[in-house]
T-cell receptor, first 114, second 114 residues
Framework: NAGVMQNPRHLVRRRGQEARLRCSPV?????VYWYRQLPEEGLKFMVY????????ESGMPKERFSAEFPKEGPSILRIQQVVRGDSAAYFC????????????FGDGTRLSIL | DQQVKQNSPSLSVQEGRISILNCDYT??????FLWYKKYPAEGPTFLIS?????DKNEDGRFTVFLNKSAKHLSLHIVPSQPGDSAVYFC?????????????FGKGTSLLVTP
């Protein structure tokens, strides 16, 4: 009865490196949302994916950020050539269907850029 | 642009008394509203929700009130308990290109003192 699983919980990268964040949704959920929380801020929508499809990535910076949700395996949020401003908590949420249902969140990945 | 606003960054309440957390929104298209509770280093946990066709929803000690004309909702916790101490996020959604992506406020930190 696992909920949304995110790993790693903490990730430290140097400027210019790549960060790869993973999210396994609740079993049976095929809709995944990624959010970013900066210090003292609320969560902000980044990208919405269904299996093998990016539905909306309007909240994600156009450069250096990408996301995928393959047919098999977890959803991946990839940040290339990280900069200090990428330091944040990244949360993944999943839902069962494309409808008004509460989204279930993972515990997040805290990304720190040195 | 912040479409969901929680104007009180913090609130302190005595155990046994009522906690009232407030939230305002600007987008009249929002039709589903949620409250999430968040502890440090954890993901948001769903607490209670309300559809725009209702003005009240109750679940145990938690009640959410929605005033659509004022674009305002509130969360009442009664009686408050020390374990309720956490950050509470108000969120709203509407069907859009990004599915039902949530728009979050910045949160209110609730402290319930014995």
């Amino acid at each position: 009865n696992a909920g949304v699983m995110q790993n790693p919980r903490h990730l430290v990268r140097r400027r210019g490196q790549e960060a790869r964040l993973r999210c396994s949704p609740v079993k049976g959920h095929s809709h995944v949302y990624w959010y970013r929380q900066l210090p003292e801020e609320g969560l902000k929508f980044m990208v919405y994916l269904q299996k093998e499809n990016i539905i909306d990535e309007s909240g994600m910076p156009k450069e250096r950020f990408s996301a995928e949700f393959p047919k098999e395996g977890p959803s991946i949020l990839r940040i290339q050539q990280v900069v200090r401003g990428d330091s944040a908590a990244y949360f993944c949420a999943s839902s069962l269907a494309d409808s008004n249902q509460p989204q279930h969140f993972g515990d997040g990945t805290r990304l720190s850029i040195l | 642009d912040q479409q969901v606003k929680q104007n009180s960054p913090s609130l302190s309440v005595q155990e046994g008394r009522i906690s009232i957390l407030n939230c305002d929104y600007t987008n009249s298209m929002f039709d589903y509203f949620l409250w999430y509770k968040k502890y440090p280093a954890e993901g948001p946990t769903f607490l209670i929700s309300i559809s725009s066709i209702k003005d009240k929803n109750e679940d145990g000690r938690f009640t959410v009130f929605l005033n659509k004309s004022a674009k305002h909702l509130s969360l009442h916790i009664v009686p408050s308990q020390p374990g309720d101490s956490a950050v509470y996020f108000c969120a709203a959604s509407a069907r859009s290109n990004s599915g039902y992506a949530l728009n979050f406020g910045k949160g209110t930190s609730l402290l319930v003192t014995p």
